[in-house]
């Protein structure tokens, strides 16, 4: 079986991580769905750039950040925040701050915020995903976690 | 851990423990459910492998063999295997069908490709509207459609997309009907068909026009024959027309294709007009037993040059309009008139009349002579043996109706 018969079975298999990741950069169903299937099919039209059918999944969430990135950058519109009805009031308030400080970061920063703590990505797929060295992914881990802590000050 | 970094985790985790809704689900079902269908062609390959097999073994070398079928016309007889190129072209993915829900049933029935489109063909059981966008994730380009044809036989609606192949980025298409929309995979192999190409070596001669027949290029949807010919003189002295020049048709079982374009490239060749010249012609039918290529020139009129005046009587002016046919040219059904005049025409004053019946023609070209002050000649194509042609009106608004006898 080619790469391209697989497609649709590796594209269920990271379907819910793909919808999650767009989740995170969109704060917004609808459009983290439209990012999804945009992708899917931008994927599949790439799909004989991909040399190494093991890194599916860091080439697809590649391309999916970069949409991402690119909505965000077009539309340049304010996120919505995402909220969780089960959530008691005083952890929203506190999660709501660091959501708006994550959303303030520049992008370098924020993308690599949203995978590692928000989805869990290894830095080495981070790394892969974003196509930048490993060390860089540590140092904008650090440089934002030092920026998070700095703009959300005493409401830590 | 720092107190931020656990912060961020447990608002990851909120979103890690997120389920998608089931509208992805069914998105991307859309999207997703087609592929599988279209990526297993394992049929498609084994008949594909057997196609090239029977190619291999029916191998098209021209054979420059006269063949007295045709009277007054040379030929060259080619053998054919057009089923086999209807076979290797045509894919068939294994008729995709989805049912709107409006009730329509869709079904893209299969695809032709060549070097200059690919063309969809499909069916609905009920008379819709009918739309195919090309999917590309950063754009979506609407095709064309020659949409709407309904087979009564079948009680069927048929319709025929065609696209650009230079368009064709991926193998996703999107049906719309009525405003809802289906994707639909296509067969990723028609990126790589190929044409199949035969090679003709066969050089005739004509009143020393030398027709050098190179290849006929064969597919579903057309076929063409390159050749190139070599004039003995240069062009025409005064119209710029050269005569000569050849019939040429492709011939299957005695019946003849019918031309859909030709063009032609030129260029010096020790002082002789070479023309590197491409005919397309319908395509070549399945079944085909024989494949012939038919050369003939057709006898060309000279006439001498015709000239007249035409008398000037509106607008006060004692200018005389001054006409020269400088050259007729008749030939492939067709009259070609060169006029020279001291003014412009309009682009419609030159009509003429065949057996009795007006024949409107077309001016193909004009040009101004640079060496006379006010001369122009505009070159005109009329559909028939031409016999009478009137001149009615040139740019001065004169009325000046002048009907010439062409002999």
New interface residues.
């Given amino acids: 079986m080619n790469i ?2 697989k ?2 079975l590796l ?2 298999e990271y ?2 991580m793909y ?2 990741v767009a ?2 950069f969109m704060k917004n ?2 459009e ?2 439209d990012i ?7 994927a ?2 790439k799909l004989s750039c991909l040399k190494n059918e093991a890194s599916f999944g860091s080439w697809s969430t590649s391309i999916l950040v970069n949409i991402c990135k690119t909505r965000l950058k077009k539309s340049k519109k304010e996120l919505l925040l ?1 909220k ?1 009805e089960a ?1 008691p009031q005083n952890d929203i308030d ?2 709501l701050t ?2 708006e400080a ?1 959303d303030r970061l520049p992008m370098k920063f924020k993308e690599v ?1 949203i995978l590692r ?4 990505f290894e830095l080495s797929m981070i790394a892969e995903a974003l196509k930048i060295p490993l060390g860089t992914v540590k140092s904008r881990l650090s440089r934002a ?1 030092s920026f ?2 700095k703009e ?1 000050g005493d409401s ?1 | 851990m720092k107190k931020i970094e656990k912060i961020l985790y447990t608002e990851g985790n909120k979103i890690q423990n997120m389920t998608p809704t089931d509208k992805l689900d069914k998105k991307m079902n859309d999207i997703l459910y087609p592929l599988p269908k279209a990526f297993n062609f394992k049929k498609l390959c084994i008949t594909c492998a057997a196609t090239v097999l029977a190619i291999v073994i029916f191998t098209v070398t021209a054979v420059g063999v006269r063949n007295s079928d045709f009277t007054g016309f040379d030929s060259v007889t080619v053998d054919t295997v057009a089923e086999a190129i209807h076979r290797e072209n045509a894919f068939q993915p294994k008729s995709i069908s989805h049912t709107f829900s409006n009730g329509t049933t869709v079904t893209v029935n299969g695809l032709v490709v060549d070097n200059d489109r690919m063309m969809i063909f499909g069916t609905a059981d009920k008379e819709s509207t009918i739309s195919l966008v090309l999917l590309n994730s950063s754009k979506k380009e609407l095709c064309h459609a020659d949409n709407g044809v309904i087979d009564f036989d079948k009680q069927e609606y048929n319709f025929t997309f065609e696209i650009k192949p230079s368009k064709l980025k991926n193998c996703l298409i999107q049906i719309i009907c009525d405003g809802e929309t289906q994707i639909f995979a296509l067969n990723p192999d028609i990126f790589t068909a190929k044409k199949r190409v035969y090679k003709i070596q066969k050089d005739f001669e004509y009143e020393g026009t030398t027709i050098d027949l190179k290849s006929l290029q064969s597919n579903l949807t057309s076929c063409v024959l390159d050749y190139k010919i070599l004039f003995p003189k240069e062009l025409r002295e005064q119209s710029g027309w050269f005569e000569n020049e050849p019939e040429i048709y492709v011939n299957v079982d005695n019946q003849n294709l019918g031309t859909m374009s030709s063009s032609m490239t030129s260029w010096l060749q020790l002082g002789k007009l070479s023309f590197s010249a491409s005919k397309r012609f319908e395509p070549i039918p399945p079944q085909t037993q024989k494949v012939t290529i038919l050369i003939k020139t057709i006898p060309v009129l000279k006439t001498e040059p015709i000239k007249l005046n035409a008398e000037i009587g509106s607008k006060g002016t004692n200018a005389t309009a001054e006409f020269e046919i400088i050259d007729i040219l008749k030939e492939y059904g067709k009259t070609k008139v060169a006029i020279k005049g001291n003014c412009l025409f309009f682009k419609d004053n030159v009509t003429a009349e065949l057996d009795g019946v007006p024949v409107m023609g077309e001016r193909v070209n004009w040009a101004r002579d640079e060496k006379e002050e006010f001369g122009y000649t505009h070159y005109y194509e009329f559909d028939g043996d031409i016999n009478i042609i009137t001149i009615e009106k040139y740019v001065c608004n004169v009325n000046v109706n002048k009907i010439i006898e062409l002999k």
């Fill in positions: 391209r018969e497609f649709p594209f269920e379907k819910d919808y999650r989740f995170s169903e609808d983290a769905i999804v299937c945009g992708m899917s099919l931008k599949w039209e995402y969780n959530t506190e999660q660091v959501r994550v915020v703590y928000f989805n869990g976690i998070l802590e959300l830590l």
